[in-house]
T-cell receptor, first 114, second 113 residues
């Protein structure tokens, strides 16, 4: 019953450091995505993937890299952390189906860049 | 202009009240519409999809007006447990793009005794 699992739940980085946020799902969903949530901004799409080996940019991709080597995993890499990347990050997955497909979210990673 | 706009509130209502949230979207090609609920410091969870014919799930009623590009959510007989942020969400038309969700900034609801 794991669903979408994100690690870590909390992280503090220094400016310029790099790190990878992990996301794994056990529902065999084709579609996975990363969002960031900032106060007053709602969730914004960073990167998404429609299947293993296929990724594309969302609304706010700068400063982030992704890869999708397996159906289950979709890590998000911060190349050189900046204070502007302080945010709550959510990973989501869904199957590519009808028009009202539900997205399932992980519990989020709260990242602070100092 | 934001692609999906909501009144951020907050809405403070007593138990038993009826409360309505509104949302407008700018992309006329949008295909799918949802309301998600997000509890404080938690992940968003699907509350209900929204269909052109309108749909109801217990105390919750959602309406979609494609001509006006307007979505609404009505909550009747509010409960303390309804306190949360309600997110208006749209998705574009076309195959695998269904998962590319665009979120409003959310409307905060507090139900008090």
């Amino acid at each position: 019953n794991a669903g979408v699992t994100q690690t870590p739940k909390f992280q503090v980085l220094k400016t310029g450091q790099s790190m990878t946020l992990q996301c794994a799902q056990d529902m065999n969903h084709e579609y996975m995505s990363w969002y960031r949530q900032d106060p007053g901004m709602g969730l914004r799409l960073i990167h998404y993937s429609v299947g293993a080996g296929i990724t594309d940019q969302g609304e706010v991709p700068n400063g982030y890299n992704v890869s999708r080597s397996t159906t289950e995993d979709f890590p998000l890499r911060l190349l050189s952390a900046a204070p502007s990347q302080t945010s709550v990050y959510f990973c989501a997955s869904s199957y590519v189906g009808g028009i009202d497909t539900e997205a399932f979210f992980g519990q989020g990673t709260r990242l602070t860049v100092v | 202009r934001k692609e999906v706009e909501q009144d951020p509130g907050p809405f403070n209502v007593p138990e038993g009240a009826t409360v309505a949230f509104n949302c407008t979207y700018s992309n006329s090609a949008s295909q799918s519409f949802f309301w998600y609920r997000q509890d404080c410091r938690k992940e968003p969870k699907l509350l209900m999809s929204v269909y052109s014919s309108g749909n109801e799930d217990g105390r919750f009623t959602a309406q979609l007006n494609r001509a006006s590009q307007y979505i609404s959510l009505l909550i009747r007989d509010s409960k303390l447990s309804d306190s949360a942020t309600y997110l208006c969400v749209v998705a574009p038309k076309g195959g695998t793009s269904y998962g590319k969700l665009t979120f409003g900034q959310g409307t905060i609801l507090t139900v008090h005794p």
